[in-house]
């Protein structure tokens, strides 16, 4: 039986394809983690705004308290949902560029390996 000539290329390039899966699988676990890093910030901040809103409420009923410090409040909560939600979207974007340059690569190597002739 006569041996297949691009056997060993073909076994190189199906092991590059799988170690590119494995950085395509990473990326998304890591994209997955920051998010949920950016979102549990984000919780921690609203819980914290919430604690904060009702100190000011109380101090309100005790007239100890100006609307200028609420609303002062309210604009650094909207402030920190901005960049919260800013961050995300940059991540995201950071991560599609890296998953299409990642694409890009398994796409060539598939197509390389799909070349070599069964000799």
């Known amino acids: ?17 799988m170690l590119q899966e494995q950085v395509e699988e990473d990326i998304r676990a890591e994209e997955r983690s920051l998010k949920q890093s950016v979102e549990h910030f984000q919780d921690q901040m609203n819980a914290l705004f919430r604690q904060e809103e009702a100190y000011f409420a109380r101090l309100q009923e005790k007239g100890a ?32 560029a890296e998953q299409v340059a990642n694409q890009d690569k398994l796409g060539k190597l598939q197509r390389e390996r799909n070349a070599l002739t069964w000799d």
């Open 1 to 17: 039986m006569p041996k297949d000539k691009n056997a060993e290329e073909r076994f190189r390039l199906n092991r590059e394809i």
């Open 65 to 96: 308290l100006v609307n200028s410090q609420d609303f002062a409040l309210h604009e650094i909560k909207k402030e920190i949902g901005r960049v919260t939600e800013s961050m995300k979207e940059q991540l995201t974007i950071g991560y599609r």
